[in-house]
């Protein structure tokens, strides 16, 4: 019977675990936490289709809930906020809870959101930003400039 080498003892047992890893560490910090160099890591992803697959599915996640949260703040949503107030009881010396107030809030859409999602989704009628070409028009114009004064 071979003797497992290093990938088999310290990475294949753990590759659900680092499928959940993905969600929130680097790949470097992964590597950390398996007790092996980030350099022998990025070798293991490279020769084990095993470990790139459970780095991308824990990635995967990852991104369709940061997409659900684009769209959600590029929407606007409604959140509780409580605040609870005490003060210390003279006789007990503890502090209690005097009143507690909750307030429903609505978080208003936001425009950075909103025009990456729509440059993202909608790319044909938001991919061309117009002050964006103004100012490309505006540094063609200076380069041909430059172009005919070098050729006197």
């Known amino acids: 019977m071979a003797r497992p080498n ?3 003892k310290k990475v ?3 590759l659900s675990k680092i499928e959940n890893m993905a969600l929130t ?3 470097k910090q992964i590597a950390d936490t398996l007790g092996i160099a980030y ?7 490279e020769e ?9 599915n824990g990635r995967k996640d990852l991104v369709l809930s940061l997409k659900s949260t684009l769209i959600q703040k590029a929407q606007g949503f409604d959140y509780v906020e409580t605040k609870t107030v005490k003060e210390l009881n003279v006789e007990t010396g503890e502090l209690e809870i005097v009143k507690e107030e909750i307030n429903k ?3 208003l859409p936001d425009v950075a959101a909103i025009n990456l999602l729509l440059k993202n989704y909608d790319a044909d ?4 930003d117009p002050q964006m070409m103004k100012l490309r028009e505006k540094e063609l114009e200076l380069q041909k400039q430059k172009i005919e004064e070098n050729n006197w």
């Not at 084990?48 to 697959?53: D, F, G, R, V």
Request: cysteine-free.
């Open 6 to 8: 290093n990938y088999q």
């Open 105 to 107: 809030k609505r978080a």
């Open 125 to 128: 009628n938001w991919a061309n």
């Open 12 to 14: 294949e047992p753990y």
């Open 25 to 27: 560490m680097t790949e």
């Open 39 to 45: 350099s022998t890591f990025r070798r293991y992803k």
């Open 48 to 56: 084990n289709e095993q470990l790139k697959a459970a780095l991308k």
